[in-house]
Structures are given as C-alpha cells and as structure tokens.
T-cell receptor, first 112, second 114 residues
C-alpha cells in the first residue's frame, strides 16, 4: 500500500513570497490533516478535512494560510505571504475515519 | 483541554539495555494515547496506541507501552535497545470531541549507544 505522498520535500523562499505544498493521502482515507512542526516542537494541527469538508481549522492563521481538498482526495496548503516564523516542516497525514493517522515525509520550508 | 508532557528532551541508553521514554497526559474523559517515532528527514511512523483494554500495549519493532490511569502516564518501553532505535519519539493524545485531532508532546530524542 502506497503511503502519504508530499511535494516538494524542501523549499526555500524569501519572506513575503508565496508557497504551496501538495499532499496525496493514502487511497480510501477520508480524513486528511495538515500539521506544522517547528524545530524542537511536536507537530501542531493546522487543519483537518473529512472528505472535502473542513472539520477543524481553528489553529490555521487564516490571514496568510489557506488549504483546500478538492474532490476529497489530494490537498494543497498555501502560505501567502510567508513570514520568517513560518519556517518549519509541514506534515500531511491521513486516516480512515476514527483510526490512527499515517504521516507523509513532510515538506521542510525555510523562509529567509 | 488535552495536553501531553514528555519530561525528558534526551534519553541515552546502552545497546542491549532496557529503555523507557516517559509520557504523561491530561484529558477529559477516556484517553486515546499514541506513540510515534520520527527518523531524520522522515515523517512520523505509528508505533502503538491505547484505546481500551489491557494496560500493556504491544506495538511495532518490539516496543510496548504501559497505560497507568492513576498516574496519567503512558511510558514507552523496550526490553533491549538497538542502535537503530535512535530517533525522535512523540507521545500524543487524541481529542475527545470527536474530531480525532492529535495533540503531541515536544518529543524525546533517544540515543542508543553501541
């Protein structure tokens, strides 16, 4: 079974630029999550989708972050404009409803 | 509100010795607890979970964890450490509101010394 796919794996941008990350979950997994993991910290949930609907986006900085999951499969997370403090690893995870989450390899973002 | 504490940033253990990585939690209602491991430049890998039932949970790669309700702990253990176990370990508790969100601890770096 293929795992959660994410791209790109690494991205370096300058502050105030925009960036987008892509995630393809495990086939059949209804729930998709985006986490932000800052160096030295545990992952923090940004947004959760169930199929193509948002379940929880309470921790998403909506003035600069946006996410969508069209057709209930893959998802895109966007940051516009980026700030220095957005430097982190962005993890995507998926799960069948109510079960443990499976994580992708992450995208390491560096904002200069 | 739910939270997880991992009191040790770093744990060092000699190869072949038993290892313990500590975790305590705070949650209203019944806890759903998880351990994940993260290797360099890799995503988190699921190790084991406690939902209900036996307090000793067995997981992947020979790891196990003991749920202790009175001490609100869920320590990760392995009888004999391998050098390849060296990684970053995260304890997590699931949101009980039905959203299935995970709240992670800050992680413990385990180093197994040959």
């Amino acid at each position: 079974e293929a795992g959660v796919a994410q791209s790109p794996r690494y991205k370096i941008i300058e502050k105030r630029q925009s960036v987008a990350f892509w995630c393809n979950p495990i086939s059949g997994h209804a729930t998709l999550y985006w986490y932000q993991q800052i160096l030295g910290q545990g992952p923090k949930l940004l947004i959760q989708f169930q199929n193509n609907g948002v379940v929880d986006d309470s921790q998403l900085p909506k003035d600069r972050f946006s996410a969508e999951r069209l057709k209930g499969v893959d998802s895109t997370l966007k940051i516009q404009p980026a700030k220095l403090e957005d430097s982190a690893v962005y993890l995507c995870a998926s799960s069948p409803v109510g079960f443990e989450q499976f994580f992708g390899p992450g995208t390491r973002l560096t904002v200069l | 509100a739910q939270s997880v504490a991992q009191p040790e940033d770093q744990v060092n253990v000699a190869e072949g010795n038993p290892l313990t990585v500590k975790c305590t939690y705070s949650v209203s209602g019944n806890p759903y607890l998880f351990w994940y491991v993260q290797y360099p430049n890799r995503g988190l890998q699921f190790l084991l979970k406690y939902i209900t039932g036996d307090n000793l949970v067995k997981g992947s790669y020979g790891f196990e964890a003991e749920f202790n309700k009175s001490q609100t702990s869920f320590h990760l253990k392995k009888p004999s450490a391998l050098v390849s176990d060296s990684a970053l370990y995260f304890c997590a508790v699931r949101d009980n509101t039905g959203a299935n969100n995970l709240f992670f601890g800050t992680g413990t770096r385990l180093t197994v010394i040959p």
